[in-house]
């Protein structure tokens, strides 16, 4: 059984700051890349961030320079830190994770449940 769980979502000011987390758990072999992704109702799912087993990263433009994606492999944890943001940036955060799981030879893409970040104006 695999988990992936987002936390750090909330409200927040105009200019201001949030931290989002999000940690994979179950029985990992390996992971290929965690990213965070967001949604508004009615609309398609977008990018946000990515980062790769190698490092890697990969940022939407309207977040690049504001937004640092990073991850603590030894806890399996993506992290999303959001700073000076925009009631544009108001939406739900999903967290993905594209795992190698003990036994199996594939990788999978699992998804959190969400997390809502409100930017107040």
């Known amino acids: 059984q695999v988990q992936v769980v987002e936390s750090g979502g909330g409200l927040v000011q105009a200019g201001g700051s949030l931290r989002l987390s999000c940690a994979a758990s179950g029985s990992i072999f390996s992971i290929d890349a965690m990213g965070w992704y967001r949604q508004a109702p009615g609309k398609q799912r977008e990018l946000v961030a990515t980062l790769t087993g190698g490092l890697r990263t990969a940022y939407a433009d309207s977040v690049e320079v504001r937004f640092t994606i990073s991850r603590d492999n030894a806890n399996n944890t993506v992290y999303l830190q959001m700073n000076s943001l925009k009631p544009e940036n108001t939406d739900v955060y999903y967290c993905?994770?594209?795992?190698?799981?003990?036994?199996?030879?594939?990788?999978?893409?699992?998804w959190g449940q969400g997390t809502q970040v409100t930017v107040s104006s």
């Open positions: 993905n994770a594209d795992l190698l799981l003990r036994g199996k030879s594939r990788v999978y893409r699992y």
